[in-house]
């Protein structure tokens, strides 16, 4: 069964102390990996794909990275508006699968 | 204005009555998507539709029902609402013509059944 699982569930870092949040898939045959941010009680808000091991994307304090088995969304010294729910999914029969999420806490 | 927008915001509703769930979009895609989230459970997908034409059920479609009023609406049913529905409801849309399967949300639905 095709699954993704992520970790750590729940993160608290002080403001920055940098980290790193993983997600593994066992996906066959990956047609792209999706990064999401959910604030509380909101939608999910598309970061991003990526969609080959070895690629790299940026978006302010957040970098994230693919290989072949797992993707990581690295964080670059943290502030506390970076708190949220950081989701990832990948696309299985042209619908997404979602990992449970990863809730960070960012401490000022 | 969003792109994706879902009525109402919030709903309480007692056991064994019959809501409706509803979600518009102006980007002009063609798939839409209802997923309920839990803690703990994640995102679950209810329903999707590639097309006007096309629903199809996802993993969690028992009690629910849908219908695809037109390529921008997309109406989530609850039949006969019981208390386990209790949820934050999501819609989403994607775009098959560009090739990728990234969706974007709405702003969701919070349903409490009483």
């Known amino acids: 069964e095709d699954q993704v699982t992520q970790s750590p569930e729940a993160l608290r870092l002080q403001e920055g102390e940098s980290s790193s949040l993983n997600c593994s898939y066992t996906?066959?045959?990956?047609?792209?990996l999706f990064w999401y941010r959910q604030d509380p009680g909101k939608g999910p808000e598309f970061l991003f794909t990526l969609y080959s091991a070895g690629e790299e994307k940026e978006k302010e304090r957040l970098k994230a990275t693919l290989t072949k088995k797992e993707s990581f969304l690295h964080i670059t010294a943290p502030k506390p508006e970076d708190s949220a729910t950081y989701l990832c999914a990948v696309p299985v029969s042209e619908k997404l699968v979602f990992g449970k999420g990863m809730k960070l806490t960012v401490n000022p | 204005d969003a792109d994706v927008t879902q009525t109402p915001r919030n709903r309480i509703t007692k056991t064994g009555k019959r809501i409706m769930l509803e979600c518009s979009q102006t980007k002009g895609h063609d798939r839409m998507y209802w997923y309920r989230q839990d803690p703990g459970l994640g995102l679950r997908l209810i329903y999707y539709?590639?097309?006007?034409?096309?629903?199809n059920k996802g993993e969690i479609s028992d009690g629910y029902s849908v219908s695809r009023q037109a390529q921008a609406k997309f109406s989530l049913s609850l039949e006969s609402a019981i208390p386990n529905q209790t949820a934050l409801y999501f819609c989403?849309?994607?775009?098959?013509?560009?090739?990728?399967?990234?969706?974007?949300f709405g702003p969701g639905t919070r349903l409490t059944v009483l």
């Open positions: 989403a849309t994607s775009d098959r013509q560009i090739g990728t399967d990234t969706q974007y």
């Open positions: 996906v066959s045959g990956l047609r792209g």
């Open positions: 539709s590639f097309d006007v034409k096309d629903i």
